[in-house]
């Protein structure tokens, strides 16, 4: 490992690549400490850092900690995230969307243009809806707006702001993507999460004592390790290709396979679900209704986190996975591309039975990946009923991505190390 890392730095382009980089990790983490006007983001700090802010702590986790410093780049990169979800939904659903991502280079280049339209839009929406949501007290945590210093010129300065942090980091992302290593929005998200988990793991040190902490140190390693190997879990299907005759050449027939990943949706369902059940905590405390209030602080409270409340994110989980590995992989598409390459799958026929065969297959194999992504998602809630602790360093949500875009970008590393004929990270 340590070998692999001095060759990296001995590649000229590459040793560029990873300083680059580098310097715009610092760019983003100082943006995630430079405060709003007006606002007093201690308040705010306090009550998030305590676990009161609900859905907050979401955007508090993909910001690394700048929404509890109510700092420029507050909203971090989730409306970017909502965005890209957005339009991958509406790309199955809109044919014109459809036949752009099939133009290639070009389609998917306007594709990501119109993404970042709707993150700028939703960064507006979020980011009024947050400071109305704050000054209302829907959150449950106390007014961050000082005396007389709620009025419409500040309210449009600190929505401009946190806008134009999110574009900001949308541009960053890109930065790196175009001249850095690995996928740029992916290295912030990495970034976001790890800067979060020394503080988390110091305030359990605090709170639980030496045992508690090494306990929950213990539960971190297996469940990184757990996300390692599910992760790499793939199913192989063999393909074979025939001979063909293109023009005046003939192609040599092969065999390679097509991979199925077992976590074929990664950390979208987790996500989408945590969302879902923050909708009736939302609802409760806007609609004037008594007995649906008690309903949800009593079951789908995520604070005081009960076995129906458990019972019912494990459920969702499951849904959400099916649903986005069922927008993400098309078994027909796929079987109709393999049948213009001319390629199949022994032993099954070209056209509706491999389509039928592939999803088969992946309607199985996408099983033990939703359930091992509900008990990752139930982890932290389960410490937390057996332990009176507010923050849990080692989420579902935080390790899968921690884990995901770590090895990701040590395999393009080892690529391009590789191609130079020096050994990777990965042997």
């Not at 008690?294 to 019972?311: C, E, H, K, S, W």
């Amino acid at each position: 490992m340590l070998k692999a890392f001095l060759n990296a730095f001995r590649l000229p382009d590459l040793r560029n690549k990873i300083l680059f980089t580098l310097a715009m990790i610092a760019v983003y983490r100082f943006g995630s400490y430079v405060p709003v006007p007006v606002v007093d983001f201690g308040a705010i700090r306090d009550s998030i850092d305590a676990g009161e802010g609900g859905f907050l702590q979401l955007i508090n986790l993909f910001s690394g900690g700048a929404l509890g410093q109510m700092a420029v780049f507050g909203l971090g990169i989730m409306p970017y995230i909502t965005s890209s979800i957005i339009m991958q939904l509406l790309t199955v659903v809109i044919p014109k969307l459809q036949a752009l991502q099939e133009q290639g280079e070009i389609g998917v280049k306007k594709i990501n243009q119109y993404t970042r339209y709707v993150t700028v839009v939703l960064a507006v929406l979020q980011s009024t809806g947050i400071v109305f949501l704050f000054h209302s007290g829907g959150t449950g945590l106390p007014d961050p707006f000082p005396a007389e210093t709620f009025t419409p010129p500040n309210v449009a300065l600190i929505v401009l702001t946190l806008t134009a942090g999110t574009a900001t980091i949308m541009w960053l992302g890109e930065l790196i993507t175009q001249r850095g290593v690995g996928n740029g929005m992916s290295i912030l998200i990495f970034t976001s999460v790890i800067a979060s988990l020394p503080g988390e793991g110091s305030s359990i040190l605090r709170q639980g004592g030496v045992f508690k902490f090494s306990v929950i140190m213990l539960i971190g390693l297996g469940i990184i390790v757990s996300v390692v190997f599910m992760d790499q879990g793939q199913r192989r299907i063999p393909i074979q290709y025939a001979k063909r005759i293109v023009g005046r050449k003939m192609t040599t027939g092969g065999s390679t396979y097509l991979p199925l990943k077992v976590n074929q949706a990664g950390v979208i369902p987790i996500i989408f679900a945590t969302s879902v059940m923050y909708m009736p905590v939302l609802l409760g405390s806007i609609v004037p209704w008594q007995g649906f209030q008690n309903f949800v602080d009593r079951y789908l409270n995520a604070g005081n986190p009960t076995y129906v409340y458990m019972i019912v994110l494990a459920s969702m989980i499951v849904f959400f996975a099916y649903f986005y590995t069922a927008i993400q992989f098309d078994p027909v598409k796929q079987a109709d591309n393999l049948r213009k390459q001319g390629g199949f799958i022994p032993g099954i026929r070209p056209g509706g039975p491999t389509a039928t065969y592939l999803n088969d297959i992946l309607v199985r194999i996408t099983l033990p990946g939703a359930l091992f992504l509900a008990a990752i998602a139930l982890v932290p809630t389960i410490v937390f009923r057996i332990w009176d602790f507010q923050q849990f360093p080692f989420g579902g949500t935080s390790v899968l991505i921690a884990v995901g875009v770590a090895l990701e970008t040590m395999k393009q590393i080892e690529s391009q190390l590789l191609m130079r004929h020096y050994e990777g990270f990965l042997k």
